[in-house]
């Protein structure tokens, strides 16, 4: 983005002039004539009327040739509207710093704009000018994660239910909660404990003594409650009582072992053992798996097993990353235990054999993921109603008719 330095009445044609249309696009010829469009000027604060030079187009004959204005600071949406990169920016930097919804950054601007005694655009036409400048924008190291790369092999993702349009509300709709007749049933059965520690005493106490970073002055004076967490992990597994004494115990002249930074990975991983979740929330069965692999092959190679659980996988790559490259003996203990009540915790939750699973299409019916439309697409098909979004397809059968229908380039 190039600031603006002055402000800008007249927007001229010139060879990277070009019209909306899609390829191949119609650019400027100046051996045809030029006609003069009024169009609205819209920056951060306060909006100005201009003129732009356009052209009619020669391909698509119902568009007009317009300058590009990206190199002066402006965006041309339609030849009518023009957007400084200085107020679309500023939208940008709101979502990506605070998940400012459209509507509510619109009615920031439209108030500075009344101020003034101007009229901002609407929410709908500046959320549709603001994706088509985005889809310009070049986007390439700043969204790659400085640990994992460009292609990270976990990926945390959250998601919304949006609902149907009354007029599609038809009787074969249902709702994706609805059991399958030929889904197999279980029993609820949830543990009564189903935490690492069941003692909820011990686990206030580790979280008041650790919740907060403290120093060593400060632990010291925590000396009896910090033992009477030693003695109670002993009863839970001498490994892990003898972990937390070499991390967190000062007597006197005795110190830790650990240096600050091990000290605050041994702290939050201590904090997720204690924490009021059940033991599946952090060690699921997939990582239950990985675990017991990693415990066969302790090498720093197969550290990546346990990207999913980062309290645990940090203090692992830390002590690998010692001049002893070797795990300390009490702490693959502490892994072992922790394997041992993940189980625990999952046996206890199911119950039967489960049943086979039903046979679905396979991807050779269906036809190739990248094939399927990508562009947002509702329209009626003999009664059927099709929605088709993100790559994928939804088929909602009209009840008059037997047939479905899959919708593919």
């Known amino acids: 983005m190039l600031p603006i330095v002055d402000v800008l009445k007249e927007f001229r044609l010139d060879m990277t002039s070009t019209c909306h249309c899609q390829s191949p696009r119609s650019f400027y010829d100046r051996k045809k004539s030029i006609s003069i469009m009024s169009c609205k000027v819209y920056d951060v604060t306060h909006m100005w009327e201009g003129v732009v030079e356009v052209q009619k187009c020669g391909l698509c004959k119902s568009g007009w040739v317009g300058p590009d204005c990206s190199e002066s600071g402006y965006f041309n949406w339609n030849n009518r509207m023009v957007f400084t990169h200085e107020l679309l920016n500023d939208y940008t930097n709101a979502f990506t710093t605070s998940e400012t919804p459209f509507v509510a950054w619109v009615t920031v601007v439209a108030r500075r704009y009344q101020s003034k005694h101007m009229e901002f655009v609407s929410e709908k036409t500046f959320r549709a000018a603001w994706f088509a400048y985005a889809r310009l924008l070049e986007l390439k190291d700043d969204m790659i994660c400085p640990k994992c790369g460009p292609t990270p092999k976990v990926t945390v993702w959250d998601g919304i239910t949006l609902s149907f349009s009354r007029k599609h509300?038809?009787?074969?709709?249902?709702?994706?909660?609805?059991?399958?007749?030929?889904?197999?049933?279980?029993?609820?059965?949830?543990?009564?404990?189903?935490?690492h520690i069941t003692s909820s005493q011990l686990r206030n106490q580790i979280v008041s003594v650790l919740q907060v970073p403290t120093t060593l002055e400060e632990l010291g004076k925590k000396v009896k409650t910090v033992i009477s967490i030693i003695r109670g992990l002993n009863g839970i597994d001498s490994s892990l009582a003898r972990v937390f004494e070499q991390s967190f115990l000062v007597q006197g002249a005795q110190l830790p072992t650990l240096n600050k930074n091990a000290s605050k990975l041994y702290r939050e991983f201590f904090l997720q053992i204690a924490a009021e979740e059940s033991a599946l929330q952090m060690t699921t069965r997939p990582v239950l798996y990985n675990l017991e692999k990693f415990m066969e092959d302790t090498r720093f190679e197969k550290l990546e097993l346990l990207t999913m659980v980062p309290c645990l996988?940090?203090?692992?790559?830390?002590?690998?990353?010692?001049?002893?490259?070797?795990?300390?003996?009490?702490?693959?203990?502490?892994?072992r235990w922790l394997l041992k009540r993940g189980f625990e915790v999952l046996s206890s939750m199911i119950e039967g054999k489960p049943k086979a699973m039903m046979d679905v299409a396979t991807q050779d019916e269906l036809g190739h993921w990248e094939h399927v439309r990508q562009t947002p697409l509702m329209s009626r098909c003999k009664g059927a109603v099709l929605t088709t979004y993100h790559r994928q397809a939804a088929v909602i059968p009209c009840p008059r008719l037997d047939i479905g229908h899959f919708i593919q380039d």
């Open 313 to 335: 996988y940090n203090v692992l790559g830390y002590e690998l990353s010692c001049p002893s490259r070797t795990i300390p003996k009490d702490l693959l203990g502490v892994c």
């Open 169 to 195: 509300l038809l009787p074969t709709l249902q709702p994706p909660t609805t059991i399958h007749p030929q889904a197999s049933h279980r029993q609820s059965n949830y543990p009564v404990k189903p935490q």
